[in-house]
């Protein structure tokens, strides 16, 4: 039984793994005349014990602003254009898993294995290991890195 993907969600945080998600997400995406959905969730928690009495509203400008830098320079050498970009505030966990895919009918969640150090997993616990676990819908996690998925400057 083969499955075709039509919408595939993209979690990326910045890290290496979450990069290499995001390009098989590209290559799937181009085999199933697919759509991609790249998001990047803003963990609101942990704004609020790092900015500690500064304006959560400059702090969340800010950092929605970084984001979408992020997300362009990811998009500037890539030759694929059904692809839209999003940034969320919130619990990633949750957000990945269960609001997000509802809200953009995502039928495919294509995340990196893990996105955070060893130290930050014990304390807050892995966000792929959750999404894997509760997702409503396929969850790919990328581990291997096939140098046929990446961009000649990632290699």
Known sequence: MSQEYENI??????????ELAFHKAIATAKRNDA???????????????????????????????KAKDYLDGLLENVDFDNIDIHVRLGNPKTVISFDFPHDHHNDLIMIGASGLSRMQRAMIGSVTSFVNRNARIDVLVVRTNDDNQLPKDKK
């Not at 969600?9 to 979450?18: C, I, Q, R």
């Open 9 to 18: 969600l993209v979690p990326v945080d910045g890290s290496k793994e979450a």
């Open 35 to 65: 759509h991609i959905d790249v998001l990047n969730v803003i963990d609101t928690r942990a704004m609020a014990y790092n900015f500690a009495g500064m304006s959560n509203g400059s702090i969340a400008y800010q950092l929605v602003e």
